[in-house]
């Protein structure tokens, strides 16, 4: 379970779609210490200056101006969901990116990011790093780090990926960390999301909830009754057939970037440990199936099959990484 594990080919076990492209072990290491390596910081500007917050925002978030248009604009919330209404094959990766757009507006409504741009710049470098293993690499990535408390990790479609302070804080080391930010990227890669809100648009809440909205300027962003749904999908949370798969999915590709495949399951343990009552993980609780269903089911795919690889050197903690 503590192990750490550098891969020096890329592992078949019954995951071979994610496996396609083998990198050097040694290679791979070299390319993420580039690739996360913390950028030179001015004396002059700290890391939690607000204008740095806000110019994050901007790169998660662009495109906000207002649209004047709504009948004749494809991207509209009502265009969207009429589409969300029929078939997931008519959202092309424009329309699933603004999708995404608006579901992370409703993340960053509810929290800010977290003022600390060293860590949020090593977060997005590290999810980016293991976003380019995935099957859609060529999405437009976008890591952040929510000033919350709590321990969450959310995504939403076309390439958003948040996590916690909190979260950042309870992970044990770096493996740990990837192998959330992994599952949380299968979500994407999966169409989790889309999933869940075209069976909302299909039961007619969505369109119900618009049409009070048609002759109105609603603006490049939610209305307040889309932004409703889209908080209802991050408080209830996804099907759990699809926590699953993001565990399996997620757990090859965190080896595949180079990272212990076991990192994910060091992470279920913790909430397998966590009290019911705990303020920081109720959220968490609530939305995934039992942490022991989910090691049992990992523990079944994965076997014995990362017996065999050779174990390297011991963890690397976030703080180590920051170098702090």
């Not at 494809?74 to 995404?100: F, H, M, R, W, Y």
């Not at 749904?229 to 926590?243: A, P, T, V």
């Not at 939305?287 to 014995?304: K, S, Y």
């Amino acid at each position: 379970m503590n192990r750490r594990i550098k891969l020096a080919l890329p592992l078949a076990f019954g995951l071979s779609c994610l496996l396609a492209r083998p990198v050097a072990a040694q290679n791979l290491n070299s390319l993420f210490q580039q690739f996360t390596k913390p950028a030179p910081q001015s004396p002059s500007a700290p890391s939690g200056a607000p204008a740095a917050a806000a110019g994050l925002l901007n790169l998660l978030l662009p495109g906000a101006a207002p649209a004047a248009n709504h009948q004749g604009n494809a991207n509209s919330p009502v265009e969207l969901v009429k589409l969300l209404s029929q078939s997931l094959d008519q959202i092309d990766t424009p329309k699933e990116i603004e999708i995404g757009r608006q579901l992370a507006a409703v993340l960053l409504g509810s929290k800010p990011l977290h003022p600390d741009m060293v860590l949020q710049r090593y977060v997005n470098r590290l999810g980016r790093w293991i976003s380019l293993q995935s099957l859609r690499p060529d999405l437009p990535w976008s890591f952040g780090v929510l000033d919350d408390a709590g321990f969450n990790a959310f995504a939403a479609p076309g390439g958003y990926v948040f996590v916690t302070k909190g979260l950042i804080d309870r992970v044990a080391d770096e493996a740990e960390l990837a192998g959330i930010l992994a599952h949380e990227i299968t979500h994407v890669t999966e169409k989790h999301h889309l999933k869940a809100l075209r069976k909302t648009a299909q039961a007619g809440l969505l369109t119900q909830a618009l049409s009070s909205q048609l002759g109105s300027s609603v603006g490049a962003g939610l209305s307040a009754q889309l932004l409703s749904m889209g908080k209802d999908i991050y408080s209830k949370g996804l099907d759990q057939g699809d926590e699953y798969e993001a565990d399996r999915q997620g757990v090859a590709l965190a080896a595949r970037a180079g990272f212990d495949p076991f990192g994910l399951l060091a992470v279920l343990l913790q909430l397998r440990t966590v009290a019911s009552d705990n303020s920081a993980f109720t959220l968490t609780l609530s939305t995934h199936p039992p942490a022991q269903t989910r090691m049992d089911q990992l523990e079944a795919a994965i076997g014995r099959r990362f017996d065999g690889l050779a174990a390297g050197p011991g963890p690397v903690t976030v703080a180590q990484r920051l170098g702090r």
